[in-house]
Every structure is written in structure tokens, then in C-alpha cells.
């Protein structure tokens, strides 16, 4: 019997330390309230002077912050980082958004998925329209409402238990809701379907109308699978 050793099998010292690294960089940026060096410590399951010599490598990147309360949150290297990553997307979103906008006349936007959250990255308003709906590049809700959440979770794999709303956005390729985000407002979610190293994302259009909402389904659909295949 012989016996073959698998290299890839076994962590070597440095990606076992960039690993914790990263993974303690994840559990601070997303714990909003920040986390303690004895709480990284035990969810790396690690001594807690090795946690605190990675928070002040990582910090040292500013990446992460330590605050006056003694906790690690995320810092303003990790924001650059992200407007970075969406920058591209936003760049080839644009144009394509400026035109639906003005031939919808209403504001659209391009969502992608950021954990637990909807992230609007691009957001285009109409030039000619008498009114519509102003929303902020860089807002943000929980993934699980509205039409651009639908929209994110169905473009991507199914999951068990998931919403019924979700499940019927990836089949027919849409979603509708009212009043979910914004009280009073219609939504429209369309997935798109991003490449395997890039964010699930969405198109999405915000109106008053639930007429427009719904007559911009079939030119919804169409910029979003241009904005896919660009995107292929």
C-alpha cells in the first residue's frame, strides 16, 4: 500500500495566517457594533494575542479601526476597496440606466447583494419626466423585501424555505412589489446574471405608478439581458 501526500491538502503556516486574517476582517466588517479582540479571539478559536497581532496587521491597511471603546470596525481603506469593486459595474451600468430612465420616465438603478443587504451601486433619474422618485446612490435595505431584494436572491442558486416571491422572480424573470421599501411606491426587479467572481445584481425601477411599474416590464428585461451578456 503506498502513500501519497496531497500538498494542497495541508495549510501552510502563511495561508493559515492570511486565512484568520481575512476571516477576522469579515467578522469585524460585518458586525456593525463593532467586535473586541477577546471576541475575534473566540470566534477564531485562537489565543487572544494571536487575534490582536491580526486586527493590527489588518488595521495597519486600514481596513479596520480600533475605536475608543476598545472594539474593531470597519475603516475607510475597506469603503475604498468596495467603491473600487463597484466601480466597473457602475461604469458599464450607467449608460444603459440614463437610457431606460428617459425612455421610462422613471429613476432605475443597479442593486447588487452585499450579505444581508440590498446595495443600490448606480442610480440614474429621468431628464424629462414632471415628477418621479429620488432615491440615493449608496442606499441600502434588507435583502429579504422589496422588489431589487427579490430580484438579487433570484438570480442567485435556489434555496430551501426561500419566498415564494423569490422562487417566481427567477422563473418568470421579474418582480413586482408595493410598498415594501418605500411606502406608497411600486417596485420592479429584474436579475441579472452576473459572473461567478462578481456580486448577484439587479436592475430595479421605483414609481409611484403601478401602470408604468408594470409597462416597463418587457424593456426592463431586455436592458437586463444586454447588461448580462456584456457582462459574460
Not at 480600533?66 to 469603503?79: E, N, P
Not at 422618485?133 to 431584494?149: C, K, L, M, Q, T
Not at 413586482?176 to 420592479?188: K, Q
Amino acid at each position: 500500500m503506498t502513500s501519497e501526500s496531497n500538498g494542497s491538502s495541508v495549510k501552510q503556516p502563511g495561508s493559515q495566517t492570511l486565512a484568520r486574517g481575512l476571516q477576522a476582517l469579515e467578522l469585524v466588517a460585518t458586525t456593525p457594533d463593532g467586535m473586541t479582540i477577546q471576541e475575534v479571539a473566540d470566534a477564531l478559536g485562537v489565543h487572544r494575542t494571536i487575534a490582536s497581532r491580526l486586527l493590527t496587521t489588518v488595521a495597519d491597511f486600514r481596513l479596520i479601526k480600533r475605536s475608543t471603546d476598545g472594539k474593531y470596525r470597519a475603516a475607510g481603506g475597506l469603503a475604498a476597496l468596495a467603491r473600487d469593486l463597484y466601480a466597473g459595474l457602475r461604469d458599464e451600468a450607467t449608460p444603459l440606466l440614463r437610457r431606460l430612465a428617459n425612455s421610462l420616465g422613471a429613476s432605475v438603478a443597479m442593486f447588487v447583494a452585499e450579505r444581508t443587504e440590498a446595495v443600490a451601486v448606480a442610480v440614474v433619474e429621468p431628464k424629462n419626466a414632471r415628477y418621479w422618485v429620488s432615491f440615493r446612490e449608496g442606499g441600502r435595505h434588507p435583502i429579504d423585501r422589496g422588489a431589487a431584494g427579490y430580484a438579487l436572491l433570484a438570480s442567485q442558486p435556489p434555496l430551501p424555505g426561500e419566498s415564494s416571491r423569490v422562487t417566481d422572480a427567477r422563473r418568470d424573470g421579474y418582480v413586482l412589489s408595493y410598498g415594501e421599501v418605500e411606502p406608497g411606491y411600486w417596485g420592479l426587479g429584474v436579475p441579472l446574471k452576473q459572473p461567478a467572481n462578481e456580486p448577484a445584481g439587479c436592475l430595479t425601477l421605483i414609481s409611484a405608478s403601478e401602470e408604468l411599474a408594470r409597462a416597463a416590464i418587457p424593456e426592463m428585461i431586455a436592458a437586463a439581458d444586454k447588461l448580462s451578456g456584456e457582462a459574460q
